[in-house]
């Protein structure tokens, strides 16, 4: 049952952050609405309670959900492929990496990650688990299927995104590269807001395993093509000015 409102979450106003670019989502949770005349491609799906925002945005913009021709995914966690299920049902298709697909399609990806579970106590984590909860993480639809991402070329879907294995934060992590907007969809590989704690706003990175934090840091370098270009990440605000990319690199940390 989707509810009407999550007295945790604080709704996106579904803006348009560059030309044919909206952002969706709350303030803790992002994805994407790519325009390309009435067509959209969804960059991630937050979590399945989220498709309030999109059906509102929809409405908004005089669409219809059958305008929605493609979801891509940044990586297989649950606060990004949230209600992409429902979708493929009505015959949308999903592209995520081989390398998550087995994660999304199992409900281990509903549970919460280690470092969550490690300091649930805090407020903000508290804040974050829900809002996840509110919006149905637990019971969200797991994936069937996924179309799968081939990296490097243009997908033929709205905006043609280029897909760039990144890896790291979790192992079939993306980022998807827009030319003509000259913009980053980075998803998790590099945000600029910590989506479980909170703090200041900066330039953060963190892997699904702790295990794995240094090489977060480490993959940004495949990055470098792009240094020039407006940054839309999966958590915090998008860095919409020429370079944005650039320079999270140069700031990023890994969250502690």
């Known amino acids: 049952m989707l509810i009407k409102h999550n007295p945790f979450a604080s709704p996106r106003p ?25 067509a959209v491609t969804l960059v991630d799906c937050g979590f399945d309670g989220h ?3 999109l059906a509102a945005w929809l409405e908004r913009t005089g669409r219809r959900q ?11 966690h649950a606060d990004h492929v949230g209600f992409a299920e ?49 919006d149905g993480v637990f019971v969200q639809p ?7 991402v081939g990296c490097g070329s243009p997908l033929d879907v709205p905006g043609r995104p280029v897909p760039l294995f990144v890896g790291a934060h979790s192992a079939g992590s993306v980022v998807f590269h827009l030319p003509g907007q000259a913009a980053l969809f980075t998803g998790d590989a590099l945000m600029t807001r910590d989506p479980m704690f909170f703090g ?26 792009y240094m020039d270009d407006a940054l839309l990440p999966g958590h915090g605000d998008p860095w919409t000015f020429a370079g ?13």
């Open 51 to 53: 498709r309030r925002y």
């Open 244 to 256: 944005g990319v650039g320079q999270a690199v140069q700031q990023a940390e890994i969250a502690a």
């Open 142 to 148: 797991l994936l069937k299927s996924v179309n799968r």
């Open 200 to 225: 200041h706003d900066r330039p953060i990175v963190f892997a699904e395993h702790t295990a794995n934090n240094a090489a977060t840091v480490s993959v940004l370098r495949h990055l470098t093509p």
């Open 86 to 134: 429902r979708l493929r049902r009505k015959g949308v298709p999903v592209y995520l990496h081989d390398a998550d697909a087995a994660f999304a399609q199992s409900s281990r990806g509903r549970l919460p990650p280690q470092r969550l579970r490690r300091r649930i106590w805090r407020p903000a984590a508290l804040g974050l688990l829900g809002e996840a909860a509110c």
């Open 14 to 38: 579904g803006d348009e952050v560059l030309a044919g670019i909206h952002l969706l989502g709350t303030r803790r949770v992002n994805f994407y609405a790519v325009t390309e005349g009435d």
């Open 66 to 76: 059958s305008d929605v021709e493609a979801v891509i995914l940044t990586h297989g």
